[in-house]
């Protein structure tokens, strides 16, 4: 079944042309602000990696990743990634880089267990990053403070788009709001999760909700997030625990949140065993990369996934990821979203 959103007056602001001129612009401007504000080096990451070393991202423990056989290799099995949450905590380990400094790089995914709609498809592009830190930035302050640097960097990509193309007028707020997965829980306990999310990008514009991937009051969990990378179970001091969360902002096009970042202060070894428990799968901790965490061979790090088509869907005001990359659509996706003027490429 469709799960296609169609505007009831839709007209890009750019042409076909303009487009691919903005994306190229837009994804080497924010790079460059990313980079600056947060003391990161570019790295080359890899498409895919070795199965059963633990460093492929389980996402929610269900999506099957896209796997191959290598010839040459006696067969071994490789696995296309699903995102690099944890290759970057051993790159970043390997290299050596002292606290406040760290590396960034494009991460290209393929997910075929995802739904395809209007924010989805089964490609994902990406900007990972990943930061040393000390023990002294384990805390949610520390994590607050490093979300207002990226969304500083996400200001300044509005305004440099603006400059460029007039049509496209600035309109996040001057700040972000924070909240707490478990409050908002408690004061929307009759809501879905998304439609919280939608309540609350509706009423600030840009939020960093706190708390992805724990149990909230009613036992349930606002979203879906692996066990051995982001730290979701440590208390903030605030009597909330989590020191992660996902970045939204609100869509006027789409007319519901939209969510461009999730990170988090990554999991240390006491973190890491906890959630393996919670979540019903302590076997990992026999995988190369959860011994080496465990053994204390990694560097305490913080990091997130920054998504780049999603970035350029909302600047320049597409309905449709289609727009910004190439993709597989069912035929009467496409029919309907001709029909609406939205141009998939």
Same mark, same amino acid.
């Given at each position: 079944?469709?799960? $296609? +959103? ?12 303009? %487009? ?9 401007? &924010?790079? =460059? ?28 423990? !269900? /999506?099957?990743? #896209? ?22 905590? !051993?790159? !970043? ?10 590396? @960034? ?33 384990? %805390? #949610? ?9 990226? +969304?500083?960097? *996400?200001?300044?990509?509005?305004? &440099?788009?603006?400059?460029? +193309? ?5 309109? *996040?707020?001057? /700040?972000?709001?924070?909240? +707490?997965?478990?409050? *908002?829980?408690?004061? @929307? ?7 919280? /999310? &939608?309540? #609350?990008?509706?009423? @600030?514009?840009? #939020? ?20 051995? @990378?982001?730290?979701?179970? %440590? ?8 020191? =992660?969360?996902?970045?939204? !902002? ?9 969510? $461009? ?20 799968? $302590? ?5 190369? &990369? ?32 289609? /727009? ?22």
């Amino acid at each position: 079944m469709s799960k $296609l +959103y169609l505007p009831d007056i839709y007209e890009s602001p750019l042409g076909e042309r303009e %487009t691919e001129h903005a994306i190229s612009g837009l994804k080497d401007f &924010f790079q =460059n602000e990313l980079s600056t504000e947060l003391n990161l080096t570019r790295v080359t990451a890899p498409l895919f990696v070795p199965a059963n070393t633990g460093l492929n991202d389980n996402l929610n423990g !269900v /999506e099957k990743p #896209v796997s191959f056989n290598v010839k040459d290799l006696d067969g071994r099995t490789m696995e296309i990634v699903q995102s690099l949450a944890k290759w970057k905590r !051993v790159k !970043v380990t390997d290299m050596n880089l002292l606290p406040g400094f760290g590396i @960034y790089t494009d991460m290209n995914a393929i997910r075929p267990d995802e739904e395809l709609d209007n924010t989805h498809s089964l490609y994902v592009d990406q900007w990972d990053w990943e930061m040393c830190i000390d023990q002294n930035d384990r %805390t #949610v302050m520390h994590l607050k403070e490093v979300v207002e640097k990226i +969304y500083r960097c *996400l200001k300044r990509v509005e305004f &440099f788009i603006y400059d460029r +193309y007039d049509k496209i007028r600035p309109f *996040l707020p001057s /700040e972000i709001k924070f909240l +707490y997965a478990d409050d *908002l829980q408690r004061q @929307y306990p009759e809501l879905s999760p998304k439609q919280r /999310e &939608f309540e #609350v990008c509706r009423k @600030y514009g840009a #939020v960093f909700i706190i708390g992805i991937g724990g149990k909230l009051p009613d036992g349930t969990i606002h979203d879906g997030r692996s066990p051995d @990378y982001d730290d979701w179970i %440590t208390e903030t001091g605030d009597g909330h625990r989590g020191l =992660n969360g996902d970045l939204l !902002v609100w869509n006027p096009i789409l007319q519901n949140a939209f969510e $461009l970042s999730s990170m988090g202060i990554r999991v240390d070894a006491e973190s890491l065993h906890t959630q393996l428990e919670e979540r019903g799968c $302590l076997d990992r901790e026999e995988l190369p &990369f959860h011994k080496r965490l465990l053994s204390g061979g990694l560097s305490l790090t913080m990091g997130g996934g920054i998504g780049q088509s999603r970035l350029c869907m909302f600047f320049l005001r597409k309905a449709h990821i289609g /727009e910004i990359q190439v993709g597989i659509w069912s035929d009467a996706d496409r029919i309907e979203c001709k029909k609406h003027g939205i141009n998939l490429l």
